[in-house]
C-alpha cells in the first residue's frame, strides 16, 4: 500500500494561509499606486487562492484508502487538480490582459511608487520562498498536486518580478505605457507556464510509465533477483500521483511448485519495493512450455 506523508497535506493547508495573505499584499501595493500592473499581479494571487483550496482538496481524496468503487486508490484526484491549476494560470492571464488593454490607451502616472514596490517585493519573498518548498516535497512526495501550486505560485513569483523592473523603468523612462505593456508581456509567460502544466497533467492521467532511467534500473533489479526462473517477460508501469503500479510474466520450470515460484515473487517483490518504495506489483507466473500470454517482450 502506498505510504502518504502527512506532510503533503499539511503544506498543501498553509498554501491556502500564505495565498491569502499574499493577495491582501498585493491588493494593497496595487492601493499605493493605482498601478494596473500591480493590480493584475493582485488579481493573479485571487486565482491562487482558488487553486490553493482546490489543490488541498484534491489532496485530502487522493489520500483516502481504496475502496469497493476505487480498488486501485484515488491518486489520479491530484492529476485533476492539476489540470485545474493550469486553466486558473491561463485564466489568470486572461484576466491580466483584460486590465492592461484599457490602460494601453490611456496610460496612467504611478502613485507612491516606492511604498507600492516595497510592499510587492514582500509578497513576492513569501511567494519564492513557498513556491520552492511546495516543488521540493511535491517531486520527493510524488505529489502534483502539489507540484502545481508551486509552479502556479513560481508563475505568480515571474509576473511579480516583470511588474518590478517594468515599473522602475516607466519610473525612470517616464513612458508611463510600459506599465500596461508588461503586464501584457507577463500575461503571455503565465499562459506558457499554464499550458505545461496541463500537458504534463493530462499525460499522466493517460497512465504514463515510469521513466526511462527508472524503467532501466527496474529491468536490472528484476534480472539480478529471478534467479530459479526461466525468463522474465512484459514488463509494464504506470504512475498515478504518489503510487507506481509494476506488472510482468516470470516463466518457471514445469516442474517447480507454488511455493518455490512464490519464493522467487517474494525476493522481486522486496528488491523491487527497496527501489520504488509502496509500489503495487502483480507477477504472472507461467509454466515453462505454456503459451506465454500478452505481447513477448523479453527483459533478459
Not at 489532496?59 to 485533476?80: N, S
Not at 516595497?118 to 516543488?135: D, G, K, R
Amino acid at each position: 500500500m502506498t505510504e502518504f506523508d502527512p506532510a503533503v497535506k499539511r503544506l498543501a493547508a498553509w498554501s491556502i494561509a500564505v495565498a491569502f495573505g499574499v493577495m491582501a499584499l498585493k491588493l494593497v501595493a496595487w492601493h499605493l499606486t493605482g498601478s494596473v500592473a500591480l493590480l493584475s499581479d493582485g488579481l493573479e494571487s485571487t486565482v491562487n487562492v482558488v487553486a490553493a483550496v482546490v489543490a488541498y482538496a484534491a489532496i485530502t481524496y487522493a489520500q483516502k484508502p481504496a475502496d469497493a468503487d476505487h480498488q486501485f486508490g484515488h491518486h489520479k484526484a491530484e492529476y485533476f487538480s492539476a489540470v485545474l491549476e493550469g486553466v486558473l494560470i491561463a485564466i489568470a492571464a486572461m484576466l491580466i490582459i483584460q486590465q492592461a488593454i484599457p490602460a494601453l490607451r490611456d496610460p496612467q502616472p504611478i502613485d507612491a511608487p516606492g511604498a507600492g514596490l516595497a510592499v510587492n517585493l514582500l509578497a513576492s519573498a513569501f511567494n519564492a520562498v513557498w513556491a520552492f518548498l511546495l516543488i521540493r516535497t511535491g517531486r520527493a512526495q510524488r505529489s502534483p498536486a502539489l507540484v502545481a501550486d508551486g509552479q502556479h505560485i513560481f508563475s505568480d513569483v515571474v509576473t511579480s518580478a516583470g511588474v518590478f523592473v517594468g515599473l522602475v523603468a516607466a519610473l525612470v523612462t517616464g513612458y508611463a505605457i510600459l506599465d500596461p505593456l508588461l503586464a501584457i508581456a507577463v500575461a503571455l509567460n503565465i499562459l506558457w507556464q499554464g499550458w505545461k502544466v496541463i500537458s504534463s497533467s493530462v499525460n499522466a492521467l493517460m497512465d504514463r510509465a515510469v521513466e526511462p532511467a527508472d524503467e532501466a534500473r527496474l529491468k536490472e533489479i528484476i534480472a539480478a533477483n529471478a534467479q530459479g526462473s526461466i525468463d522474465i517477460h512484459d514488463l509494464r508501469t504506470r504512475v498515478a500521483g504518489p503510487a507506481t503500479f509494476i506488472d510482468f510474466h516470470m516463466v518457471v520450470p514445469k516442474t517447480m511448485t507454488v511455493g518455490d515460484a512464490h519464493a522467487i515473487c517474494d525476493r522481486l517483490e522486496d528488491a523491487i519495493r527497496d527501489f520504488v518504495p509502496g509500489a503495487s506489483i502483480a507477477i504472472h507466473v507461467e509454466p515453462q512450455g505454456e503459451k506465454a500470454h500478452g505481447i513477448r517482450v523479453r527483459l533478459f
